[in-house]
């Protein structure tokens, strides 16, 4: 139990058994033993945090404002997109990120958060197609870019 991907794998476990309410503080676990492993890397948690999170927002059960969800994956995208061994992660998040949004967008009442949430979405937009990712899955990347735009026409995003 001193392993942080211990952690992390029963935190999966319980989101597929739909033992929501427990993920959290697996999640939780996972981050503070690996803190204590010198160069432990948390981009897998961190990864699966982001996921529970847009898979909350997209299925109505976040407890957090959406913005503070999106706020969280997009730095989760930008950290994955930068370093080769995690930039195909990014990919995934993107399309979860559109998911959440295309249900929650009715959500988004006020123009501060309307106005972060449409500047993250250019700046994903911008930054996938010179990303490493792009150049390795060009498919994957193509389709991630163009739900991007979809859902970010000029008017609202």
Excluded: C, M
């Excluded at 730095?75 to 249900?103: K, M, P």
């Excluded at 899955?137 to 991007?148: K, N, S, V």
Aim: hydrophobic share 40%.
């Amino acid at each position: 139990k001193d392993n942080p991907y211990f952690w992390l794998q029963y935190a999966i476990a319980r989101w597929q058994a739909r033992e929501r309410g427990l993920v959290d503080g697996y999640l939780r676990k996972a981050r503070e033993v690996g803190n204590l492993k010198k160069g432990f890397s948390s981009f897998q948690v961190d990864n699966f945090e982001a996921i529970v999170r847009l898979e909350s927002q997209r299925e109505d059960i976040g407890s957090a404002p959406l913005v503070t969800d999106v706020q969280f994956a997009v730095g989760v995208f930008n950290r994955q997109i930068e370093d080769d061994r995690t930039a195909d992660y990014s990919l995934r998040l993107i399309n979860l990120l559109v998911d959440a949004l295309e249900v929650r967008q009715a959500d988004l009442s006020r123009p501060k958060d309307v106005g972060y949430i449409s500047r993250e979405l250019r700046n994903l937009s911008r930054r996938l197609p010179n990303s490493w990712v792009y150049e390795e899955y060009p498919q994957a990347g193509a389709a991630a870019e163009a739900r991007l735009s979809r859902i970010w026409p000029d008017t609202h995003f």
